[in-house]
């Protein structure tokens, strides 16, 4: 959005800055929020750094974000998507390869993970190399699931508790996004090595890949790093 004036063009972005820098705002956390959430679309719970890109985490219902009664669960995750990329990236384009792998149509350069889990979504992006990401809330259940990503060797050798199991399966699915799904099993092809305490080391094919992960009150994360 851009309106004319004598002085020339004036973009939304000179808008929010005025805004959201103005001492008054800046004194008044209730307006500023909403003011965020006005200009913004959404309002960031979590930016962090990695040593390949940044990775956004945000709640839809702490935005606001209401699922309305027309639309499925899918309408409406893609909706808050695409709040998110355009608060995130600066646009809201996204397609999918054959295999499911996300592509942002106005930069083709970006290379992006996505990942959500109920109300909590992530997006990694990075201009250096493909990556991936996987968010899961503490509530859901993969202890009994474990078969199914973890091989007979790595349980005995892991052995993890019911929190390491989801960092577990975070490993394996951050990997398998980050090579765009191009493997037969995920399963037997990507090889938990070690699990510390921030890191983890996994392996594909004859390529070691280094993995961080963390908790918060809601969520674990795991990304490729």
């Known amino acids: 959005m851009q309106r004319a ?21 800046q004194c008044w956390n209730p307006l500023k929020k909403q003011l965020v959430l006005f200009l913004q679309g959404v309002e960031i719970h979590q930016h962090i750094k990695t040593s390949l890109g940044d990775i956004w985490i945000t709640d839809a219902l702490e935005n606001n974000f209401i699922k309305s009664e027309a639309e499925s669960r899918q309408e409406y995750e893609a909706r808050f998507l695409r709040e998110m990329l355009r608060a995130c990236v600066g646009g809201t384009e996204l397609r999918h390869e054959l295999n499911g792998a996300p ?4 930069q083709p350069g970006l290379h992006i993970s996505i990942s959500h889990s109920d109300n909590w979504f992530a997006i990694y992006v990075s201009t250096k190399q493909h990556i991936g ?10 202890e009994r699931t474990k078969k199914y990503f973890l091989t007979k ?3 005995e050798s892991l052995q993890p508790t019911i929190e390491e199991a989801k960092i577990c399966w975070g490993i394996k699915e951050s990997v398998f996004k980050m090579l765009r799904g191009n493997m037969k099993s995920m399963l037997e092809e ?5 699990i510390g ?4 080391r996994a392996k594909f094919q004859n390529q070691m890949i280094k993995i961080k992960h963390q908790q918060s009150q809601s969520f674990v994360l795991v990304y490729t790093d």
Do not use: Y
């Open 5 to 25: 004036c004598r002085s020339g063009i004036i973009g939304i972005d000179n808008i929010r800055e005025f805004f959201l820098d103005h001492p008054a705002i």
């Open 103 to 106: 592509i942002l149509n106005h």
């Open 133 to 142: 990401i996987d968010l899961e809330i503490h509530s859901i259940q993969i």
């Open 153 to 155: 060797s790595e349980m």
């Open 190 to 194: 990507v090889e938990i090595v070690s």
């Open 197 to 200: 305490k921030n890191e983890a």
